[in-house]
């Protein structure tokens, strides 16, 4: 009796000093109030800027069970081939009521990327919301596969990136292309885009750096205008159309030609990407290839 009474005061103080020290937070520790909408990973207790896209950090909003989704609908053209638009509705984890509001980030509230199921088509719009809380953005849309990935920031919520297969009506141009290689430089609009990175790994934060020089000249190109808030965009999408990334790089180039991402792809394999910047006012949009190990 006496060593059963000894051992339950013994785990009784354990347990009490268990309790005071989980109710005691860590000085090595701070609580994180603010986050980047951009890049939750980057925290901090109080008001302040991003240290990789410099946005402000914004209040961490409560958790929320789910995920949202979103529905396409496609608007077919009169002669039944192809598609003269797009009329997109988001959707609340519970209850898949309409999203009522979302915040502005870079500079818009709802960024729409397009991929074919050819890994050929590409585009990036930004499609207008309607009374009803639906969003319509009427590009003409080729006949064959595709993909809607819709980048958005809920009032209130975190971060979304959510994506839903579509067909648009018709024969369609080709077969799929299974083409995808290792990167290689690209030239568009004037500019010859190297990527150089230290190797993607799978599941790990990779540097990656793309060196924009003149495609004639060969001289580094530094005069970069900001793009929708920031240096340049880049979605990275995988040969399976199953995986999105949606990345920013915050710097322009003023000493070095650079535009610096970083990248963290799910899982190995082949992907492609669309990295686009600002020059002279126009936008300009450049392909490339390469694969995560």
């Given at each position: 009796m006496a060593w059963s009474r000894r051992l339950a005061n013994v785990l009784l103080a354990v347990a009490m000093v268990s309790v005071v020290a989980a109710q005691v937070p860590s000085p090595a520790s701070p609580v994180s109030k603010y986050w980047c909408s951009m890049h939750p990973d980057e925290r901090a207790p109080s008001p302040t800027t991003c240290p990789v896209c410099r946005m402000p950090m914004v209040p961490i909003p409560p958790?929320?069970?789910?995920?949202?989704?979103?529905?396409?609908?496609?608007?077919?053209?009169?002669?039944?081939?192809g598609l003269n638009g797009l009329?997109?509705?988001?959707?609340?984890?519970?209850?898949?009521?309409?999203?009522?509001?979302?915040?502005?980030?870079?500079?818009?509230?709802?960024?729409?990327?397009?991929?074919?199921?050819?890994?050929?088509?590409?585009?990036?719009?930004?499609?207008?919301?309607?009374?009803?809380?639906?969003?319509?953005?009427?590009?003409?849309?080729?006949?064959?596969?595709?993909?809607?990935?819709?980048?958005?920031?809920?009032?209130?919520?975190?971060?979304?990136?959510?994506q839903r297969m579509f067909v648009s009506p018709g024969r369609p141009r080709?077969?799929?292309?299974?083409?995808?290689?290792?990167?290689?430089?690209?030239?568009a609009g004037g500019v010859r885009v190297q990527a150089v990175s230290t190797g993607l790994v799978a599941g790990r934060a990779t540097s990656v750096r793309f060196m924009l020089t003149g495609a004639g000249?060969?001289?580094?190109?530094l005069d970069?205008?900001?793009?929708?808030?920031?240096?340049?965009?880049?979605?990275?999408?995988?040969?399976?159309?199953t995986e999105a990334v949606h990345a920013h790089s915050g710097e322009l180039p003023r000493t070095e030609p650079a535009l610096v991402f970083d990248l963290t792809l799910p899982r190995a394999?082949?992907?492609?990407?669309?990295?686009?910047?600002?020059?002279?006012?126009?936008?300009?949009?450049?392909?490339?290839r390469f694969t995560a190990r």
């Open positions: 958790m929320r069970v789910g995920e949202y989704r979103i529905d396409v609908t496609p608007l077919v053209s009169s002669a039944g081939q009329r997109i509705t988001l959707r609340e984890p519970a209850g898949g009521a309409t999203v009522p509001s979302l915040e502005t980030v870079h500079e818009r509230p709802l960024h729409l990327f397009i991929v074919g199921r050819d890994l050929e088509y590409f585009a990036h719009l930004h499609p207008t919301q309607a009374a009803d809380g639906t969003f319509a953005v009427t590009p003409v849309i080729p006949a064959g596969e595709y993909v809607a990935i819709a980048d958005f920031l809920p009032a209130g919520g975190s971060p979304q990136l959510v080709g077969e799929p292309q299974r083409t995808v290689t290792a990167l290689g430089p690209q030239i000249d060969g001289r580094p190109i970069l205008e900001p793009f929708l808030g920031a240096a340049a965009h880049l979605l990275v999408v995988s040969e399976d159309l394999g082949q992907y492609r990407g669309w990295l686009q910047f600002q020059r002279q006012g126009v936008v300009v949009t450049v392909p490339v």
